[in-house]
């Protein structure tokens, strides 16, 4: 199996609508659930359960591991 099977592709794009000032959400995916966080300066996701997994914002490369939030 290769690693894009293993791990395929995740590409996310989030846009926080202009009238709202945030929004939170949950994402199951592959049995990890990923808090997705937007405001009008940033993007955070954090990995609330689940084994570390790679994900792909705009096009750039993000690891999350369990626990620790990435902002962009």
């Known amino acids: 199996m290769t690693s894009r099977q ?3 592709c995740k590409g996310l794009s989030p846009v926080l609508p ?3 000032n945030s929004l939170t959400f949950h994402l ?3 049995g990890r659930t990923i808090q997705i966080t ?3 300066e940033s993007t ?3 990995l609330e359960e689940g ?3 790679t994900i792909h914002h ?3 490369e ?3 591991e369990t626990g620790i939030e990435e902002t962009l």
Do not use: H, R, T, V
Request: aromatic share 12%.
């Open 62 to 64: 993000i690891a999350l």
């Open 58 to 60: 705009d096009g750039q």
């Open 28 to 30: 199951q995916y592959l």
């Open 18 to 20: 202009a009238e709202w």
């Open 51 to 53: 084994e570390a997994l």
């Open 6 to 8: 293993k791990n395929p």
């Open 44 to 46: 955070s996701y954090l």
């Open 38 to 40: 937007l405001n009008k």
